[in-house]
């Protein structure tokens, strides 16, 4: 909550400027977001505000933005073709209301699904995604917003066509005032910050622009053709359609909610480190996965759709002054304001502009960097960035955050599957076998072939100074060993075992010497 005793004069000037700031440049991309999503713009702005207002309450680090996302949006892209083909049967406005229900009742189940790994701790396990399968994913994800703008930008009837070069130059000749809008966008938002940041370069779009466009009676595509937001009102209560519990639909509906899930926390988490980076204060993780999953199930309930943290959005309201909570509650409490006050201004956009932005948050999404790094990267790495960026954009984000841990696991599994024996002998003339490096199921075999039973001493040591027992494989593999020289009658002894190793190990327990430097790791074992 605020703490308002900790606010400065300047703090609360800072907070309120930045949230403003925020809360312009936030409409267009919420609505922007709809779009991609496949709703009225109406569902992102109220998704913006309420997921805005109780994350900035309740979240884990002061001064995030969070709202509508692409990142989120795009999921509901492939909802939104599995329930029309589930109701072939619906015409256009009828499909839309029932794609919109779907998606409330996704996003309450995904907010629910975070609450519960919130309260579960598990927010720290954003630590085992690993840079590769950051790079890829953020690639990826600026790769499919650019993407999903190409609908806007299809030709009428475009299934008369049989090739994309036809498809190009039929939108071309129907389209080309949007396309020099967009040019005109994107021009904008490049060079008016290197003269002035005073103004966003997208709001100064928008509105010179659209006057532009209303003055001049020029004839394009506006947010008013797409959606009636004629007489927008505050959010209220929409309780979720009764028919969505069906098998079928409920099948369609958790598979997304947790790739939902998934993919706002990953990203919400990740936009936590990088302010924590840029800030030095740490927030907590599961405090934001609670307040983000509280957020996303208030706004399905509330008509709005999911989203998550915005990394853009953050960051401008962290460099412009915005460090504590009343900067995010102002930005989400006047968004709402501008919306409900100025529809019919909204309405007017032109989507051209709408989608010159969305071009170049793709352009600031795509990490350029890790194009000139690959060629460093060990192959390894850069196999995990290429798969991660590929999944993202023909699969979904959160497979491929997933996929990108789990190559890099077995890489890692690999590049350690190795352990090493120094063989010497002490003043007793026995037979020292000196391990380096970890002993887990990766290694057991390795850990098998440096040893020879049948002709080594009567005496054997087998020294784990400079080795690891790692998991219940390891600790199995050492049970084994001994149980070989047991059998030939030879006497093994093995030193410094961790206490916790020495009660995991049952044959070898009793040949296990005491030793003053004993280590003191635990071992991980199924129970």
């Avoid at 890489?411 to 090493?420: G, L, N, R």
Wanted: with cysteine.
């Amino acid at each position: 909550m605020f703490n308002l005793q900790n606010y400065s004069t300047q703090n609360i000037k800072n907070d309120i400027l930045s949230g403003a700031l925020v809360a312009v440049a936030l409409i267009p991309e919420a609505i922007a977001f709809s779009f991609i999503a496949g709703v009225s713009p109406v569902v992102g702005l109220y998704g913006a505000f309420i997921i805005g207002l109780i994350t900035s309450i309740l979240g884990g680090k002061p001064g995030m933005i969070s709202g509508a996302t692409g990142s989120v949006a795009v999921v509901f892209v492939s909802l939104g073709i599995s329930v029309a083909h589930l109701y072939p049967q619906l015409d256009k406005e009828a499909l839309s209301i029932m794609i919109l229900h779907y998606i409330l009742l996704t996003s309450i189940i995904a907010g629910l699904i975070q609450i519960f790994i919130g309260l579960l701790k598990m927010g720290k396990f954003i630590r085992l995604v690993p840079q590769p399968a950051l790079f890829g994913f953020v690639n990826g994800l600026a790769i499919v917003i650019a993407l999903a703008q190409l609908k806007f930008l299809e030709p009428k009837n475009i299934e008369q066509y049989y090739s994309w070069i036809d498809i190009v130059q039929a939108s071309f000749s129907e389209n080309y005032i949007m396309y020099i809008i967009i040019a005109i966008t994107m021009a904008t938002m490049q060079f008016l910050p290197k003269v002035t940041k005073a103004v966003p370069a997208g709001l100064v779009s928008i509105i010179v622009i659209t006057l532009v466009v209303y003055f001049f009676n020029i004839d394009t595509k506006t947010v008013g053709d797409l959606a009636n937001l004629s007489h927008v009102s505050f959010p209220s209560f929409v309780p979720p359609l009764s028919t969505l519990f069906s098998f079928n639909s409920m099948m369609i509906i958790l598979p997304t909610a947790v790739i939902v899930a998934l993919v706002g926390l990953i990203e919400s988490l990740l936009t936590l480190s990088v302010l924590d980076e840029m800030g030095g204060n740490r927030g907590s993780g599961n405090r934001e996965c609670v307040a983000l999953g509280l957020g996303n199930t208030t706004s399905g309930l509330f008509g709005g759709m999911a989203g998550c943290a915005m990394i853009g959005q953050s960051v401008i309201n962290f460099t412009s002054g915005g460090l504590g909570r009343l900067s995010s509650f102002t930005a989400s409490v006047l968004l709402i304001i501008l919306v409900v006050s100025f529809s019919n201004v909204i309405a007017s956009i032109p989507v051209a502009v709408l989608v010159g932005i969305m071009f170049m948050v793709s352009i600031g999404t795509f990490e350029f960097s890790s194009l000139k790094r690959i060629k460093y990267m060990p192959i390894s790495d850069a196999f995990v960035l290429v798969v991660v960026t590929i999944i993202t954009i023909f699969f979904d984000l959160a497979v491929a955050v997933i996929a990108g841990i789990i190559i890099s696991a077995l890489v890692f599994a690999w590049k350690h599957a190795k352990i090493y024996a120094r063989v010497d002998y002490d003043d007793n003339n026995k037979k020292v076998y000196r391990l380096d490096g970890p002993l887990f199921f990766g290694s057991v075999t390795s850990f098998y072939e440096q040893f020879d039973v049948d002709n080594d001493p009567s005496e054997v040591i087998i020294d784990f100074r400079n080795a690891r027992v790692m998991d219940s494989s390891g600790a199995e593999a050492i049970d084994a060993l001994t149980d070989k020289y047991k059998k030939v009658g030879k006497k093994l002894t093995l030193r410094h075992l961790s206490e916790d190793c020495k009660k995991v190990l049952k044959v070898a327990g009793p040949f296990c010497a005491y030793e003053e430097d004993d280590p003191t790791y635990k071992v991980a074992v199924n129970i």
